[in-house]
């Protein structure tokens, strides 16, 4: 069915400035895999916990990319979601050797869907190896930027770049929604977990903002950790955490360990937060090991549903499924990838969380969750900064020595310092070859800054006549 089939046409009331609504319209993409049979599960219940919600489905993911839609997503897709403003989305398989990169990527980026907030809770009676231990806490991973940038080069059959793009701005906008979130669901520590002290300048970025900022929120105690660290120490101590902000690369690895801590990838749920738009969905991928047979847990998308409802201001809903659920675990009913001996279908199971839709689970306390109003962050007006070199790249067979020898003629020509040569990241010392590859980062640096485009062009010129070269880089200094 097409979304406009069943999408009351005018009669979109959630829109804009006015999200709790009701009716709410929800864009609903089944995604692939066993995207089908968990968000069939979650309308199921949603459905019968009566929330007061309107599906308007729509397609994404593998069938649109064989059907030639480059992103994965069609337009009346993008424009469903531009009215309704909040997706429940099943996982979308990205496809290998053909299409873009991601559908999900493009969802994120094309809303601006900047926070992935991936919380981490036991529930009772499911198993995991550290059941016994209290663990509660949220994963706040940074959605656009990094490596997910998506800027690769090849200049050459068998080697490969990927810029990891990180900025002030960004940095700050991902801090900033873990300060408010701490701040809006009492938590009362967060840690930054970072690669900052090897990557210094981008992942250093994302811990000074962290820090300049926590003097805005006294309240909150804010520790930096390094992401190696964290991987540790949630494994050996996750108690000790209460939430985790980190770049978009860590928070996807770091919050697959996290849903291990406590039964695995079918219980963990997420939602992608932008300005205007949200998307909830499940950790998990399309599971296509097991997708068609009923073998799928639809708790993590049960999860993503419930966040949904309470971002909707439905909390009421909220609260009654979650305890259906957790009684549900309590009452030692799972499907079998936690628990393989009683293990339920996805339909059995779905069935048993709706017979106990208006149970209360003992002991058992619903999470929490809410829209973030985020202050305004400002963008970073453009600094000059200056000139004092350039990196170029060039692509050559020759022996260290000669290469060495050749540039430093040029840059010698060119009131440049000697050049400085690395290969594979590692600074060029020695004449040998052993285990070289044939791309080299030549740093030269100018004696009397500023490196101005004359200066740079002179001698991209000169090296053009020795060298194929792939890439130019200014290096530049600020006053920070
Ligand atoms: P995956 O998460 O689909 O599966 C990993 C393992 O966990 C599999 O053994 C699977 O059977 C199991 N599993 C996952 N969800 C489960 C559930 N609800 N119940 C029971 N078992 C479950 O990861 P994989 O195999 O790396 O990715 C498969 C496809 O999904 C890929 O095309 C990938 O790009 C895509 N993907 C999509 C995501 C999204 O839409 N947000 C996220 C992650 C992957």
Redesign the pocket.
Same mark, same amino acid.
């Given at each position: 069915m097409k979304p406009s089939d069943n999408y009351p046409k005018g009669d979109l009331k959630p829109t804009d400035k006015n999200p709790m609504a009701s009716p709410q319209h929800i864009t609903v993409i089944a995604?692939?895999?066993?995207?089908q049979e968990?968000v069939d599960a979650t309308l199921q219940i949603l459905d019968a916990a009566s929330a007061p919600l309107n599906w308007v489905h729509c397609q994404a993911?593998?069938a649109c990319f064989r059907n030639g839609i480059a992103t994965g997503v069609p337009e009346d897709t993008l424009a469903t979601i531009k009215q309704t403003k909040v997706v429940l989305?099943?996982?979308?398989?990205?496809?290998?050797g053909f299409g873009e990169r991601?559908?999900?990527v493009y969802l994120r980026k094309y809303f601006g869907l900047f926070a992935n907030v991936r919380p981490v809770k036991q529930y009772p009676n499911v198993p995991s190896l550290f059941k016994d231990t209290p663990i509660d806490l949220v994963v706040i991973r940074e959605n656009i930027e990094d490596l997910y940038a998506g800027i690769e080069y090849s200049h050459q059959p068998g080697i490969a770049h990927s810029i990891k793009l990180i900025s002030e701005y960004g940095c700050n906008y991902i801090n900033t929604f873990a300060y408010e979130y701490a701040k809006l669901t009492q938590r009362k520590s967060i840690h930054c977990a970072t690669k900052a002290n090897i990557l210094k300048k981008t992942e250093g970025m994302m811990k000074r903002s962290f820090e300049q900022l926590s003097t805005q929120y006294p309240g909150i105690n804010a520790k930096h950790m390094i992401i190696d660290n964290c991987a540790h120490q949630l494994v050996v101590n996750p108690s000790q955490f209460d939430m985790i902000v980190t770049t978009n690369m860590n928070g996807d690895i770091i919050s697959?360990l996290t849903s291990g801590l406590v039964g695995?990838?079918?219980?963990a749920p997420?939602a992608n937060i932008g300005q205007d738009v949200a998307m909830f969905?499940?950790?998990?991928? /399309?599971? %296509?090991?097991?997708a068609g047979q009923q073998? /799928?847990? %639809?708790?993590?998308?049960i999860l993503s549903a419930i966040m949904m409802c309470r971002y909707i201001g439905m909390d009421d809903v909220a609260d009654t499924i979650e305890h259906a659920l957790a009684k549900t675990f309590y009452d030692s009913k799972m499907?079998?990838?936690l628990n393989p001996t009683s293990a339920l279908s996805?339909n059995a199971f779905t069935t048993a969380v709706i017979e106990r839709l208006g149970d209360t689970c003992p002991g058992f306390t619903p999470s929490s969750f809410k829209p973030i109003h985020m202050p305004p962050i400002s963008t970073p007006s453009i600094q000059p900064g200056t000139c004092h070199g350039i990196d170029v790249v060039i692509i050559s067979d020759h022996s260290p020595t000669d290469i060495a020898h050749e540039l430093n003629r040029i840059a010698t020509a060119n009131g440049c310092e000697p050049v400085e040569l690395f290969n594979r990241g590692k600074a060029v010392h020695s004449p040998e070859k052993d285990q070289m590859i044939s791309q080299w980062f030549c740093r030269f640096t100018s004696k009397h800054p500023p490196f101005d485009n004359h200066h740079i062009l002179k001698l991209v010129n000169e090296l053009s006549e020795h060298y194929h070269w792939a890439q130019i880089e200014k290096l530049c200094t600020f006053n920070e």
């Amino acid at each position: 069915m097409k979304p406009s089939d069943n999408y009351p046409k005018g009669d979109l009331k959630p829109t804009d400035k006015n999200p709790m609504a009701s009716p709410q319209h929800i864009t609903v993409i089944a995604g692939d895999g066993i995207g089908q049979e968990v968000v069939d599960a979650t309308l199921q219940i949603l459905d019968a916990a009566s929330a007061p919600l309107n599906w308007v489905h729509c397609q994404a993911g593998e069938a649109c990319f064989r059907n030639g839609i480059a992103t994965g997503v069609p337009e009346d897709t993008l424009a469903t979601i531009k009215q309704t403003k909040v997706v429940l989305k099943g996982p979308l398989s990205t496809p290998v050797g053909f299409g873009e990169r991601s559908a999900n990527v493009y969802l994120r980026k094309y809303f601006g869907l900047f926070a992935n907030v991936r919380p981490v809770k036991q529930y009772p009676n499911v198993p995991s190896l550290f059941k016994d231990t209290p663990i509660d806490l949220v994963v706040i991973r940074e959605n656009i930027e990094d490596l997910y940038a998506g800027i690769e080069y090849s200049h050459q059959p068998g080697i490969a770049h990927s810029i990891k793009l990180i900025s002030e701005y960004g940095c700050n906008y991902i801090n900033t929604f873990a300060y408010e979130y701490a701040k809006l669901t009492q938590r009362k520590s967060i840690h930054c977990a970072t690669k900052a002290n090897i990557l210094k300048k981008t992942e250093g970025m994302m811990k000074r903002s962290f820090e300049q900022l926590s003097t805005q929120y006294p309240g909150i105690n804010a520790k930096h950790m390094i992401i190696d660290n964290c991987a540790h120490q949630l494994v050996v101590n996750p108690s000790q955490f209460d939430m985790i902000v980190t770049t978009n690369m860590n928070g996807d690895i770091i919050s697959d360990l996290t849903s291990g801590l406590v039964g695995g990838l079918g219980i963990a749920p997420s939602a992608n937060i932008g300005q205007d738009v949200a998307m909830f969905e499940a950790v998990h991928g /399309a599971a %296509p090991d097991i997708a068609g047979q009923q073998l /799928a847990n %639809p708790t993590a998308m049960i999860l993503s549903a419930i966040m949904m409802c309470r971002y909707i201001g439905m909390d009421d809903v909220a609260d009654t499924i979650e305890h259906a659920l957790a009684k549900t675990f309590y009452d030692s009913k799972m499907t079998g990838d936690l628990n393989p001996t009683s293990a339920l279908s996805t339909n059995a199971f779905t069935t048993a969380v709706i017979e106990r839709l208006g149970d209360t689970c003992p002991g058992f306390t619903p999470s929490s969750f809410k829209p973030i109003h985020m202050p305004p962050i400002s963008t970073p007006s453009i600094q000059p900064g200056t000139c004092h070199g350039i990196d170029v790249v060039i692509i050559s067979d020759h022996s260290p020595t000669d290469i060495a020898h050749e540039l430093n003629r040029i840059a010698t020509a060119n009131g440049c310092e000697p050049v400085e040569l690395f290969n594979r990241g590692k600074a060029v010392h020695s004449p040998e070859k052993d285990q070289m590859i044939s791309q080299w980062f030549c740093r030269f640096t100018s004696k009397h800054p500023p490196f101005d485009n004359h200066h740079i062009l002179k001698l991209v010129n000169e090296l053009s006549e020795h060298y194929h070269w792939a890439q130019i880089e200014k290096l530049c200094t600020f006053n920070e």
